[in-house]
């Protein structure tokens, strides 16, 4: 794994957005969310800058050169009241390589009895971070992985050694970025836990690539219920099956599982969130408002049963 960050003066960031993930082979678009929203949810982690996903900003048909001309990032960070001077935009991409070799083939006495050709796939990761101001290229990191042909297959992760890779780069990036491009520290918790129900990715979509909800009608209720949990299980690998279940059966949004004792949210568990200030609810629009909003409210739309409910949650 090789990761530089680019030496220089400090870099005003308040902002992170993550591209979709650039497959350099054909994956449906629900991959490339998948990817990138978890690269997203690791900056979240760190609470250091208000955070962006894939599908939070309009990319621009045929510009994918440059991430500022090729998508409406800019505007979407003014609208939230961000510099769009002070943003750091993260791209990762992949690529396939094969490799082939002759190997010596033995028979079960354990004689020579041939030779036969052997294909190992590796792939390469690549990560490169840019800031807005000056469109430097501040950040990259890059690795290869070898693909395991033998483990079992597993709807939810199809490449699980890529999986593993980028967030490796990505934890590596982050916490080397933290001396040039530190952010503002804000760790403010919302009083309550939640369970993120990752159906966002069945409305995102890339040119030429349709969205996973248009697979989903024409599936059997089987398959689609298959589908479902395997997306649900991309991020919820060790949920157990009642709560896997319930996330498959729910829209999109935070399931709140447990309030705070102290804190009066107005929440209670088994609550669904599906819209926070106006927008859907994801878990970095949760951090963005809750960075935004101290000694202020934030307007959260909730699904309580078939009831909707406006709540507005106290952020100190």
């Known amino acids: 794994m090789n990761v530089e960050v680019r030496p220089g003066k400090p870099l005003d960031a ?15 678009a629900w991959r490339s969310f998948e990817l ?38 800019v505007l979407s960070l003014a609208d939230r009241g961000i510099s769009p001077m002070a943003a750091l935009v993260f791209r990762c991409s992949a690529e396939r390589r094969t490799t082939s070799a002759v190997q010596q083939v033995f028979d079960a006495a354990g004689k020579p009895s041939g030779a036969g050709r052997v294909e190992e796939e590796q792939i390469v990761a690549r990560l490169v971070v840019f800031h807005s101001a000056s469109r430097e290229k501040v950040a990259s990191a ?34 080397k970025l933290e001396e040039r491009a530190p952010g503002v520290l804000v760790e403010r918790a919302p009083g ?45 690998p060790a949920l157990e099956p009642g709560a896997l279940s319930t996330l498959v059966r729910s829209p999109a949004g935070l399931l709140v599982t447990q309030v705070r004792e102290a804190a009066d949210t107005g929440l209670r568990a088994g609550d669904l969130i599906v ?33 909707p409910v406006e709540i507005l949650l106290p952020v100190r």
């Open 36 to 73: 990138s929203q978890a690269l997203a949810l690791q900056a979240v982690e760190t609470g250091r800058y208000s955070v962006f996903g894939p599908g939070e900003f309009k990319l621009v048909p045929g510009q994918t050169s440059n991430p500022f001309l090729g998508s409406d990032l």
């Open 192 to 236: 309550f836990d939640y369970l993120w129900n990752p159906k966002a990715s069945l409305d995102f979509s890339l040119e030429g690539k349709a969205p996973l909800r248009q697979a989903l009608e024409s599936a059997d209720a089987l398959d689609q219920e298959l589908l479902l949990d395997a997306r649900v299980r991309f991020f919820h």
């Open 142 to 175: 890059s690795g290869m992985v070898q693909v395991d042909p033998f483990r079992a297959a597993d709807s939810s992760d199809p490449l699980p050694e890529l999986t593993g890779l980028v967030r490796a780069l990505m934890a590596k990036v982050l916490e």
């Open 275 to 307: 819209a926070i200030a106006g927008e859907p609810a994801l878990p970095q629009a949760l951090q963005r408002a809750l960075r935004g909003a101290t000694g202020t409210t934030v307007p959260l739309q909730v699904r309580r049963g078939k009831q």
């Open 14 to 28: 308040q902002a992170l957005a993550v591209f979709p993930f650039q497959f350099r082979w054909d994956e449906p």
